[in-house]
């Protein structure tokens, strides 16, 4: 059974950082390619970022490109987001997905997600 919990969200000004963590189990992590997806205040849900199963190949919405990093650490079977230049319009509940940016939204078995304001 795929298990995702997310974690790191929380409150910051706009223009600040946090790292999101992603704690994977029930498939294998070092093979699956790995998304972040998001969803604002009533809106639905947005591809934000993706990594390979080896974590050499890096994509990101342009809404987030140059801001966002992704990175994988296998031993640990975690996945990461590191958030800089927060601006309120990141304001969302932030979720992990074994999947790639082709294939995130077939995706169906989500963790509680992440809730990330940008506030001041």
């Known amino acids: 059974e795929v298990q995702l919990v997310e974690s790191g969200g929380g409150l910051v000004q706009p223009g600040g950082s946090l790292r999101l963590s992603c704690a994977a189990s029930?498939?294998?992590?070092?093979?699956?390619?790995m998304s972040w997806v998001r969803q604002a205040p009533g809106k639905g849900f947005e591809w934000v970022s993706g990594?390979?199963?080896?974590?050499?190949?890096?994509s990101y919405a342009d809404s987030v490109k140059g801001r966002f990093t992704i990175s994988i650490e296998n031993a640990k079977n975690t996945l990461y987001l590191q958030m800089n230049s927060l601006k309120p319009e990141d304001t969302a509940v932030y979720y992990c997905a074994p999947r790639s940016r082709a294939t995130w939204h077939e995706f169906a078995s989500w963790g509680q997600g992440t809730q990330v304001i940008v506030s001041s």
């Open positions: 029930g498939f294998t992590f070092s093979s699956s390619a």
């Open positions: 990594i390979d199963s080896g974590g050499g190949y890096t």
